[in-house]
Each structure stands twice: as structure tokens, then as C-alpha cells.
């Protein structure tokens, strides 16, 4: 059975830090890159960061870039993932989702059309 389970979002004044986790087993997802991305009330969901298969590359959103890191950790049935999130924003606020990317490619993909396996997200406020 295939899961996919997202933690770590809260409440957060503007200029504070949280991690966001993703947790996945039941397929091999240790052969996908991994996607984060995030939708706002009224919104439409955004690519946040993207990290390879192996973890030695990453992609990030230009809105978010220097503030948000993403890293995974690959085990033999499971992957952990993680977005460390500093100085955030009130614009950073919204529902967090990871999710794999369907079919291995050489580039890092960052349409969500290309994506599978979402996990149910987190919420991350951000207050001013």
C-alpha cells in the first residue's frame, strides 16, 4: 500500500523557521525525484522545490529561493524528505504537499501535471 504522509506544518510568526517532512513507502519511490508544492485559498497549486532521485540536485521556486532548502534520505523500501523553511513570509502561507515525480527523467520537472503519489499536505500559517 502506498503511502505518502506530509508533518510539520503550524503557526509561524514572519522571520520564523519550520521543517516540513514526507514520509513514503509501499512502491519504490527511492527511483523518483521529489516534488514540493503548495496551494493557497483561491490559488492554484504552485511548484515550491523539486530534489533528484539521489539527492545531489535541487530546483527551488524563485519565490523562495535562498529561504527554503529541500533534502531527502532514501532507505531500501522508504523515503524521508524534508523542506526547511527560514524567514518565512505571510505569502509562504498555505496547504504543503509532496508528491514523486510519475516517469524518471534527466532534468528536474517542475509541473505538478508530472507528478504522482501526493501525500494529504500540511497546513503552514504564517503571521505578520
Known amino acids: 500500500q502506498v503511502q505518502v504522509v506530509e508533518s510539520g506544518g503550524g503557526l509561524v510568526q514572519a522571520g520564523g523557521s519550520l521543517r516540513l517532512s514526507c514520509a513514503a513507502s509501499?512502491?519504490?519511490?527511492?527511483?523518483?525525484?521529489m516534488g514540493w508544492f503548495r496551494q493557497a485559498p483561491g490559488k492554484e497549486r504552485e511548484f515550491v522545490a523539486v530534489?533528484?532521485?539521489?539527492?545531489?540536485?535541487?530546483?527551488?521556486a524563485d519565490s523562495v529561493k535562498g529561504r527554503f532548502t529541500v533534502s531527502r534520505e532514501n532507505a531500501k523500501d522508504t523515503v524521508t524528505a524534508y523542506l526547511q523553511m527560514n524567514s518565512l513570509k505571510p505569502e509562504d502561507t498555505a496547504v504543503y504537499y509532496c508528491?514523486?515525480?510519475?516517469?524518471?527523467?534527466?532534468?528536474?520537472?517542475?509541473?505538478?501535471?508530472?507528478?504522482?503519489?501526493w501525500g494529504q499536505g500540511t497546513q503552514v500559517t504564517v503571521s505578520s
Open positions: 509501499g512502491r519504490t519511490f527511492t527511483n523518483s525525484a
Open positions: 530534489v533528484s532521485m539521489s539527492g545531489r540536485s535541487a530546483q527551488y
Open positions: 508528491a514523486f515525480q510519475r516517469t524518471p527523467t534527466p532534468y528536474l520537472v517542475t509541473s505538478h501535471t508530472r507528478y504522482g503519489s
